[in-house]
Protein backbone atom coordinates (compact mmCIF):
# COMPACT_ATOMS: atom_id res chain seq x y z
CA UNK A 1 0.00 0.00 0.00
CA UNK A 2 2.70 2.09 1.02
CA UNK A 3 3.98 1.88 -2.99
CA UNK A 4 0.68 2.90 -4.41
CA UNK A 5 0.79 5.92 -2.21
CA UNK A 6 3.67 6.59 -3.53
CA UNK A 7 3.06 6.07 -7.25
CA UNK A 8 0.04 8.13 -6.99
CA UNK A 9 1.58 11.24 -4.86
CA UNK A 10 4.34 11.31 -8.10
CA UNK A 11 1.01 10.91 -10.79
CA UNK A 12 -0.46 13.82 -9.07
CA UNK A 13 2.94 16.32 -9.14
CA UNK A 14 3.50 15.16 -12.45
CA UNK A 15 0.22 15.98 -13.52
CA UNK A 16 0.41 19.13 -11.94
CA UNK A 17 3.32 20.22 -13.98
CA UNK A 18 2.22 18.93 -17.42
CA UNK A 19 -1.26 20.97 -16.56
CA UNK A 20 0.85 24.52 -15.97
CA UNK A 21 2.74 23.64 -19.34
CA UNK A 22 -0.21 22.62 -21.35
CA UNK A 23 -2.42 25.79 -19.75
CA UNK A 24 0.60 28.07 -20.70
CA UNK A 25 0.84 26.90 -23.99
CA UNK A 26 -2.65 27.10 -25.21
CA UNK A 27 -1.95 30.89 -23.74
CA UNK A 28 -0.10 31.70 -26.29
CA UNK A 29 -0.76 29.99 -29.52
CA UNK A 30 -4.37 30.27 -31.23
CA UNK A 31 -2.86 27.75 -33.73
CA UNK A 32 -4.26 24.43 -34.93
CA UNK A 33 -2.71 21.64 -32.22
CA UNK A 34 -1.17 19.46 -35.14
CA UNK A 35 0.72 22.33 -37.02
CA UNK A 36 2.61 22.68 -32.89
CA UNK A 37 2.79 19.25 -32.79
CA UNK A 38 4.67 19.45 -36.35
CA UNK A 39 6.87 22.07 -35.41
CA UNK A 40 8.04 20.11 -32.06
CA UNK A 41 8.70 17.41 -34.13
CA UNK A 42 11.47 19.60 -36.03
CA UNK A 43 12.91 20.83 -32.89
CA UNK A 44 16.27 19.23 -32.37
CA UNK A 45 15.98 19.65 -28.91
CA UNK A 46 12.23 18.48 -28.58
CA UNK A 47 13.19 15.52 -30.00
CA UNK A 48 16.02 14.67 -27.88
CA UNK A 49 13.69 15.20 -24.74
CA UNK A 50 11.48 12.54 -25.63
CA UNK A 51 13.72 9.98 -26.66
CA UNK A 52 14.03 8.62 -23.27
CA UNK A 53 10.87 8.68 -21.81
CA UNK A 54 9.12 5.07 -21.71
CA UNK A 55 6.59 4.07 -24.72
CA UNK A 56 3.18 3.98 -24.12
CA UNK A 57 1.25 1.21 -26.71
CA UNK A 58 -2.48 1.74 -27.38
CA UNK A 59 -4.43 -1.02 -28.94
CA UNK A 60 -4.73 -0.39 -32.33
CA UNK A 61 -2.89 1.14 -35.02
CA UNK A 62 -3.56 4.53 -33.69
CA UNK A 63 -4.82 6.64 -30.77
CA UNK A 64 -8.51 6.76 -30.70
CA UNK A 65 -9.57 10.81 -31.29
CA UNK A 66 -11.40 12.89 -28.61
CA UNK A 67 -15.45 13.29 -29.14
CA UNK A 68 -16.50 16.79 -29.20
CA UNK A 69 -19.21 17.61 -26.46
CA UNK A 70 -22.56 16.78 -27.30
CA UNK A 71 -23.69 20.17 -27.75
CA UNK A 72 -27.46 19.18 -27.16
CA UNK A 73 -26.82 18.57 -23.74
CA UNK A 74 -23.69 19.82 -22.33
CA UNK A 75 -22.82 16.73 -21.13
CA UNK A 76 -18.52 16.50 -20.93
CA UNK A 77 -16.94 14.23 -23.71
CA UNK A 78 -14.26 12.41 -22.30
CA UNK A 79 -13.35 11.06 -18.49
CA UNK A 80 -10.99 13.64 -17.95
CA UNK A 81 -13.83 16.22 -18.92
CA UNK A 82 -16.10 14.62 -16.60
CA UNK A 83 -13.89 13.41 -13.79
CA UNK A 84 -12.82 17.26 -13.70
CA UNK A 85 -15.68 18.82 -13.64
CA UNK A 86 -16.71 16.86 -10.77
CA UNK A 87 -13.61 17.09 -9.00
CA UNK A 88 -13.73 20.89 -8.77
CA UNK A 89 -17.17 20.69 -7.84
CA UNK A 90 -16.28 18.44 -4.49
CA UNK A 91 -13.30 21.00 -3.91
CA UNK A 92 -15.89 23.95 -3.84
CA UNK A 93 -18.07 21.38 -1.36
CA UNK A 94 -15.24 20.79 0.90
CA UNK A 95 -14.51 24.75 0.90
CA UNK A 96 -17.89 25.80 2.15
CA UNK A 97 -17.61 22.73 5.02
CA UNK A 98 -14.12 23.72 5.84
CA UNK A 99 -15.52 27.29 6.03
CA UNK A 100 -18.09 26.44 8.90
CA UNK A 101 -15.43 23.92 10.94
CA UNK A 102 -12.91 27.30 11.41
CA UNK A 103 -15.65 29.05 12.78
CA UNK A 104 -16.26 26.12 15.52
CA UNK A 105 -12.58 25.08 17.15
CA UNK A 106 -14.00 21.78 18.21
CA UNK A 107 -14.99 20.92 15.31
CA UNK A 108 -11.04 20.50 13.78
CA UNK A 109 -10.30 17.29 15.55
CA UNK A 110 -12.99 15.59 14.80
CA UNK A 111 -15.15 16.87 11.64
CA UNK A 112 -11.57 17.73 10.24
CA UNK A 113 -10.12 14.53 10.99
CA UNK A 114 -12.99 12.30 9.81
CA UNK A 115 -13.32 14.44 6.49
CA UNK A 116 -9.76 13.14 5.83
CA UNK A 117 -10.18 10.14 3.61
CA UNK A 118 -12.89 12.02 1.73
CA UNK A 119 -10.08 14.40 0.38
CA UNK A 120 -7.43 11.85 0.19
CA UNK A 121 -9.12 9.38 -1.69
CA UNK A 122 -9.14 11.26 -4.75
CA UNK A 123 -5.64 10.58 -4.99
CA UNK A 124 -6.07 7.11 -6.12
CA UNK A 125 -7.71 8.34 -9.21
CA UNK A 126 -5.61 10.89 -10.58
CA UNK A 127 -5.15 8.83 -13.91
CA UNK A 128 -8.97 9.48 -14.46
CA UNK A 129 -7.88 13.12 -15.12
CA UNK A 130 -6.45 11.98 -17.84
CA UNK A 131 -7.99 9.94 -20.06
CA UNK A 132 -9.42 11.01 -23.27
CA UNK A 133 -7.55 14.31 -22.88
CA UNK A 134 -5.27 15.58 -25.80
CA UNK A 135 -1.59 15.34 -24.23
CA UNK A 136 -3.16 12.91 -21.74
CA UNK A 137 -0.45 9.81 -23.16
CA UNK A 138 2.37 12.29 -22.48
CA UNK A 139 1.08 12.46 -19.11
CA UNK A 140 1.35 9.33 -18.42
CA UNK A 141 4.60 8.69 -20.23
CA UNK A 142 6.08 11.19 -17.76
CA UNK A 143 5.46 8.67 -15.14
CA UNK A 144 8.32 6.95 -13.56
CA UNK A 145 6.73 3.06 -14.30
CA UNK A 146 7.75 0.23 -17.05
CA UNK A 147 5.07 -1.68 -19.35
CA UNK A 148 3.17 1.35 -19.44
CA UNK A 149 -0.30 0.10 -21.52
CA UNK A 150 -3.26 2.35 -22.61
CA UNK A 151 -6.48 0.71 -24.08
CA UNK A 152 -9.16 2.08 -24.98
CA UNK A 153 -12.71 0.26 -26.56
CA UNK A 154 -15.42 3.11 -26.86
CA UNK A 155 -15.62 4.75 -23.31
CA UNK A 156 -13.94 2.07 -21.29
CA UNK A 157 -10.05 2.76 -20.89
CA UNK A 158 -7.35 0.40 -19.11
CA UNK A 159 -4.08 1.78 -18.04
CA UNK A 160 -1.93 -1.14 -16.85
CA UNK A 161 1.67 -0.40 -15.28
CA UNK A 162 4.62 -1.72 -13.48
CA UNK A 163 6.19 -0.05 -10.79
CA UNK A 164 9.85 -0.41 -10.08
CA UNK A 165 9.47 -3.19 -7.66
CA UNK A 166 7.49 -5.19 -9.65
CA UNK A 167 4.16 -4.78 -8.29
CA UNK A 168 1.02 -5.17 -11.10
CA UNK A 169 -1.68 -2.32 -11.35
CA UNK A 170 -4.86 -1.59 -13.70
CA UNK A 171 -6.94 0.66 -13.55
CA UNK A 172 -10.49 0.32 -15.50
CA UNK A 173 -12.39 3.11 -16.37
CA UNK A 174 -15.86 3.30 -18.06
CA UNK A 175 -17.48 6.91 -18.53
CA UNK A 176 -20.91 7.56 -19.26
CA UNK A 177 -21.65 10.38 -21.12
CA UNK A 178 -25.45 10.94 -21.24
CA UNK A 179 -25.73 10.59 -17.75
CA UNK A 180 -22.31 12.27 -16.83
CA UNK A 181 -21.73 9.37 -14.76
CA UNK A 182 -18.47 7.25 -14.10
CA UNK A 183 -16.75 4.24 -12.43
CA UNK A 184 -13.40 3.53 -12.27
CA UNK A 185 -11.67 0.10 -10.33
CA UNK A 186 -7.86 -0.04 -9.60
CA UNK A 187 -6.41 -3.52 -8.91
CA UNK A 188 -3.38 -4.16 -6.98
CA UNK A 189 -1.50 -7.40 -7.80
CA UNK A 190 -4.57 -8.65 -9.06
CA UNK A 191 -6.27 -7.38 -5.65
CA UNK A 192 -9.11 -4.87 -6.17
CA UNK A 193 -7.99 -2.10 -4.12
CA UNK A 194 -10.61 1.13 -5.24
CA UNK A 195 -14.01 0.98 -6.69
CA UNK A 196 -15.33 4.67 -7.50
CA UNK A 197 -18.30 5.56 -9.12
CA UNK A 198 -19.97 9.12 -9.29
CA UNK A 199 -23.17 10.26 -11.07
CA UNK A 200 -24.95 13.81 -11.96
CA UNK A 201 -27.81 14.43 -9.35
CA UNK A 202 -29.51 17.49 -9.86
CA UNK A 203 -27.53 20.34 -9.94
CA UNK A 204 -24.96 18.63 -8.26
CA UNK A 205 -23.02 14.68 -8.16
CA UNK A 206 -23.43 12.10 -5.46
CA UNK A 207 -20.34 9.63 -5.39
CA UNK A 208 -19.40 6.24 -3.64
CA UNK A 209 -15.57 4.93 -2.88
CA UNK A 210 -14.85 1.76 -1.14
CA UNK A 211 -12.17 -0.27 -0.64
CA UNK A 212 -11.56 -3.93 0.71
CA UNK A 213 -9.98 -4.21 3.99
CA UNK A 214 -7.83 -7.49 3.85
CA UNK A 215 -7.45 -7.26 7.51
CA UNK A 216 -11.29 -7.55 8.29
CA UNK A 217 -12.40 -8.38 5.01
CA UNK A 218 -14.76 -5.83 4.97
CA UNK A 219 -15.01 -2.76 3.07
CA UNK A 220 -14.32 1.08 4.07
CA UNK A 221 -17.16 3.36 2.27
CA UNK A 222 -17.10 6.32 1.48
CA UNK A 223 -20.38 8.72 0.06
CA UNK A 224 -20.75 12.22 -1.34
CA UNK A 225 -23.49 13.99 -2.36
CA UNK A 226 -23.07 18.39 -2.98
CA UNK A 227 -24.52 20.79 -5.05
CA UNK A 228 -22.81 24.24 -6.37
CA UNK A 229 -23.61 26.44 -4.04
CA UNK A 230 -25.75 24.80 -0.97
CA UNK A 231 -25.49 21.48 0.14
CA UNK A 232 -22.14 19.13 1.20
CA UNK A 233 -22.84 15.87 2.31
CA UNK A 234 -19.90 13.03 3.35
CA UNK A 235 -20.09 9.77 4.56
CA UNK A 236 -18.01 7.19 5.54
CA UNK A 237 -18.83 3.65 7.44
CA UNK A 238 -18.05 0.62 7.33
CA UNK A 239 -19.94 -2.38 4.88
CA UNK A 240 -19.51 -6.13 4.55
CA UNK A 241 -20.68 -6.47 0.75
CA UNK A 242 -20.28 -3.79 -2.19
CA UNK A 243 -22.77 -1.61 -2.31
CA UNK A 244 -25.26 -1.46 -4.99
CA UNK A 245 -24.11 0.43 -8.43
CA UNK A 246 -25.09 4.48 -8.23
CA UNK A 247 -24.87 5.05 -12.45
CA UNK A 248 -28.01 7.02 -13.49
CA UNK A 249 -29.25 7.19 -10.15
CA UNK A 250 -30.26 10.94 -10.82
CA UNK A 251 -32.29 11.39 -7.50
CA UNK A 252 -30.27 10.66 -5.17
CA UNK A 253 -29.99 13.35 -2.28
CA UNK A 254 -28.09 14.19 0.88
CA UNK A 255 -29.64 11.42 2.89
CA UNK A 256 -27.92 8.93 0.31
CA UNK A 257 -24.43 10.11 2.83
CA UNK A 258 -26.52 9.15 6.00
CA UNK A 259 -25.69 5.64 8.30
CA UNK A 260 -24.85 4.57 12.08
CA UNK A 261 -21.08 5.75 12.25
CA UNK A 262 -19.94 9.21 10.44
CA UNK A 263 -21.58 11.83 8.46
CA UNK A 264 -21.86 15.11 7.95
CA UNK A 265 -24.28 17.39 6.32
CA UNK A 266 -24.18 20.97 5.55
CA UNK A 267 -27.14 22.82 4.52
CA UNK A 268 -28.51 26.02 4.31
CA UNK A 269 -25.61 27.09 6.42
CA UNK A 270 -26.45 24.71 9.35
CA UNK A 271 -23.96 21.63 9.67
CA UNK A 272 -25.11 18.28 10.65
CA UNK A 273 -22.43 15.95 12.04
CA UNK A 274 -22.55 12.47 13.19
CA UNK A 275 -18.91 11.90 15.12
CA UNK A 276 -18.12 9.03 17.47
CA UNK A 277 -21.90 8.32 18.03
CA UNK A 278 -23.26 11.90 19.05
CA UNK A 279 -24.96 13.89 16.92
CA UNK A 280 -24.83 17.81 16.68
CA UNK A 281 -26.23 20.49 14.97
CA UNK A 282 -23.98 23.99 14.64
Known amino acids: MKRFVSILISISMLLLVFSGCSGSDQE ?27 EI ?6 TPETTE ?47 LPVI ?45 EGGKFLQTTEYFPDADALKSTITTDGTEAVFFEYTKAGNG ?31 VATINAPPESIIGKSDLTSEFVVNDEMYVILENDILTALIDGELKTY
Open 28 to 54: QSTEPQHETTQAEQEDPAQTSLTEDKP
Open 57 to 62: TTSGNE
Open 69 to 115: PDGSTGSPATPAEGYGKYVEMKSGAYERISAKIEVHDELALTVGMAL
Open 120 to 164: MIDLSLIIVSVLGMEGGEAALRMLAAEDVVVEQNGQVYSVTYTDE
Open 205 to 235: YASHYYTLNEESNDYTLITTFFDESNITAFG
